[in-house]
């Protein structure tokens, strides 16, 4: 059974910078969209950054210009580089990736059409 493992994340103060991994468990040779999304207590989760097949990735607004979302795809390993962190992105961050969309990350994904969701990793940043 395939399944994303991540790695990374912890605490930095704000306007530190963190990386967070995760890497699908088995290879698949169908096209991966994969992405990141971030939860905290007492809001929706939300989607934060999801790159395609292509390598062509976007961004929330909220992280646009801080967070770069990369991919290794001979690995099936996604990165998320956060810089310029402050308080607000503290959350449970997840990662998450799906074939069911032939590689493409439209955003009218829903939390049902993604496959795979790591098991998530704490991004703290104090003030």
């Known amino acids: 059974q395939r399944q994303l493992l991540e790695s990374g994340g912890g605490s930095v103060q704000a306007g530190g910078s963190l990386w967070v991994s995760c890497v699908l468990s088995?290879?698949?040779?169908?096209?991966?969209?994969m992405g990141w999304f971030r939860q905290t207590p007492g809001k929706e989760r939300e989607r934060v950054a999801t790159i395609e097949a292509s390598g062509h990735a976007s961004y929330s607004d909220v992280v646009e210009g801080r967070f770069t979302c990369s991919r290794d795809s001979a690995k099936n390993t996604l990165y998320l580089r956060m810089t310029s962190l402050t308080p607000e992105d503290t959350g449970m961050y997840y990662c998450?990736?799906?074939?069911?969309?032939?590689?493409?990350?439209?955003?009218?994904?829903?939390?049902?059409?993604?496959?795979?969701w790591g098991q998530g990793t704490q991004v703290t940043v104090s003030s």
């Open positions: 088995q290879s698949t040779y169908a096209k991966l969209c």
């Open positions: 998450a990736a799906t074939t069911r969309s032939g590689g493409y990350c439209y955003t009218t994904l829903g939390d049902h059409d993604w496959e795979y």
